[in-house]
């Protein structure tokens, strides 16, 4: 029997993430004393870390060719376990992500309340993308290498949601967001696609034969 994520908490991790975004919104982008903190804890980040305006970094260059490279290593571990189902449910994944982040960050808008640079940041795109790419790596590694690709994605994320901040592309609320929208996705598409704890396609064969086996012995 295969083990999968349950819908239920699938389905509950959906509906969590989307008011956590929800909630998020409101708080620190909406109001004036959210905006005040959100800005501020910006501020403070890069002052610390020597950048008093917004600037480009290391992490401009690299972002694109470090997706790109998880992409690969995404869909190599699919072809590797031969699931078209793992790689149909990392895909819409990402795609959604992306998508979504893009067209949120578009409509939303930010109040004009003095505080900052008005134009809204909310999602925050590479946040979600990174995020993105962190779950799906780990809904398609097998289970025995799973910690190890949740420990890469984890600090991967934690490094990029730092430096967002730090060089001011992006507030808290932002990175927050954006990791949030990541979650909900997911939470949606192993609803339509179940990829957690999936077999590939060999495994299936192999536990079918086990069955078969321990069925004649039962007989005899």
């Not at 903190?37 to 694109?64: F, K, S, W, Y």
């Not at 901040?165 to 992006?170: E, N, P, R």
């Not at 536990?207 to 039962?218: C, F, G, I, K, N």
Request: proline residues 5%.
């Amino acid at each position: 029997m295969t083990h999968r994520t349950s819908p239920i908490a699938a389905l509950a991790a959906a509906i969590l993430a989307s008011l956590g975004i929800a909630a998020t919104y409101e708080l620190l982008v909406v109001s004036y004393a959210g905006q005040m903190v959100d800005q501020d804890v910006m501020e403070l980040m890069g002052a610390r870390t020597g950048n008093d305006a917004p600037t480009g970094g290391l992490l401009a260059e690299i972002q694109v060719p470090v997706l790109a490279g998880c992409g690969l290593l995404i869909g190599a571990i699919c072809l590797a376990r031969r699931s078209w189902r793992l790689a149909l449910h990392a895909s819409l994944l990402i795609g959604a992500v992306v998508v979504l982040a893009v067209v949120l960050k578009s409509e939303l808008q930010r109040p004009p309340l003095d505080v900052g640079n008005a134009l809204n940041s909310f999602p925050s795109n590479t946040v979600a993308a990174f995020a993105a790419a962190g779950i799906a790596l780990c809904a398609v590694t097998p289970r025995r290498a799973r910690p190890l690709a949740a420990i890469a994605a984890t600090a991967g994320l934690g490094v990029v949601s730092f430096t967002v901040v730090s060089q001011q592309w992006h507030r808290p609320s932002d990175v927050i967001g954006g990791a949030l929208l990541a979650v909900a996705v997911a939470a949606v598409v192993d609803l339509l696609i179940p990829a957690w704890n999936a077999r590939p396609a060999r495994a299936h064969t192999e536990h079918d034969v086990r069955d078969w086996q321990r069925s004649r012995a039962a007989v005899r």
